[in-house]
């Protein structure tokens, strides 16, 4: 068996045998059909991520064809197309993942990016009929991300007001068309004209570029205050934020990419009585009411680019320059 292996940060990925897989009672071995890539193997590549070890097979997302499983229990899984959840050992708590064991796959087990893939048979779901399995393997992190922080921690409700940070993300895409589906009234901010353009043609009410020094009053002007904020950034952007919020608002983090702000304006925070929310994935209930929505709703994910299965180093190098609009997708088969 190959897969696309990282020997060390800032390094291509090299594709090469990798060992062969042996399955316990009750997991999995998926053939990969085809994955995806998220920020999330990016910063593994630059060394940017917590609990990092070489070297490692990366990839969270993928969809394909279970060949085996560790049990005869668990054949009725052989030959069925399926979509992976990554999120591995949530624990018993569905608030929050168990500290100590809950991992996401891709690292520190070896992901998508191969031929084959084990996994536990409890993070197993049938593919949606209408999707590919490019347009599958586009789903899983960005869409249980996106899909708690909306609904599980958010509870966001129809014709309410929400900002969507960063359009042309995986998260921030999924999210934009679950709560278009919800019929949630979406706003949206990027340092991109072009991309803010194109979340208006799938159907966002407006948005603005943060670029522009008076961004938080040109949203006003346009949406007035919001009621929920769904924001993976973090930074110093985030004093802008509370004031976006209305009072009693919800600001939902999933992320924080621009890292952590030099000064948090608290003032703001309880004179509006705002409700700050921190997401990461989501559960097994999260996961399976996510893939649930996106049958009911015939959801097809926002896909920038399908790339060969040979092309990843290139993909990673797109990503790096922000270049995408939707997810990137590599295909195996």
Request: charged content about 20%.
């Amino acid at each position: 068996m190959k897969g696309w292996v990282l020997k060390d940060k800032n390094q291509d990925l090299e594709w090469q045998d990798v060992a062969d897989i042996s399955l316990s009672p009750a997991e999995a071995l998926v053939q990969i059909h085809a994955a995806a890539i998220n920020h999330r193997d990016l910063w593994i590549q630059k060394g940017k991520y917590a609990g990092l070890k070489f070297p490692i097979v990366p990839g969270s997302d993928g969809a394909g064809i279970v060949k085996a499983t560790g049990a005869e229990t668990n054949d009725s899984w052989v030959g069925k197309e399926v979509i992976i959840d990554p999120a591995m050992h949530w624990g018993d708590d569905p608030g929050f993942q168990d500290p100590k064991n809950f991992s996401i796959l891709g690292l520190p087990q070896d992901g998508t990016w191969a031929e084959y893939v084990k996994v536990p048979v409890t993070n197993l779901y049938l593919k949606p009929a209408h999707l590919s399995f490019e347009d599958a393997a586009a789903i899983p992190l960005a869409g249980a991300t996106a899909f708690r922080g909306l609904f599980t921690r958010g509870k966001i409700n129809a014709k309410e007001k929400l900002l969507i940070t960063g359009i042309g993300g995986g998260v921030a895409l999924m999210a934009l068309q679950f709560a278009l589906a919800a019929n949630v009234d979406v706003y949206v901010s990027s340092g991109s004209e072009e991309k803010i353009k194109k979340a208006v043609a799938l159907g966002a009410m407006g948005g603005v570029s943060y670029r522009q020094d008076n961004w938080v009053e040109k949203l006003k002007e346009t949406a007035g205050a919001v009621d929920i904020i769904l924001d993976g950034a973090g930074g110093d952007g985030m004093n802008d934020l509370f004031k976006v919020a209305r009072p009693g608002g919800r600001v939902v983090f999933y992320g924080a990419t621009m890292g952590n702000p030099s000064v948090i304006e608290v003032r703001r925070i309880f004179w509006n009585q705002l409700n700050i929310l921190g997401t990461t994935m989501g559960n097994p209930q999260d996961f399976g009411a996510m893939i649930e929505f996106v049958n009911a709703h015939k959801i097809r994910p926002v896909v920038d680019q399908v790339f060969d299965f040979s092309q990843v180093n290139e993909a990673l190098k797109k990503m790096d320059e922000a270049r995408q609009f939707g997810k990137m997708v590599l295909k195996l088969k």
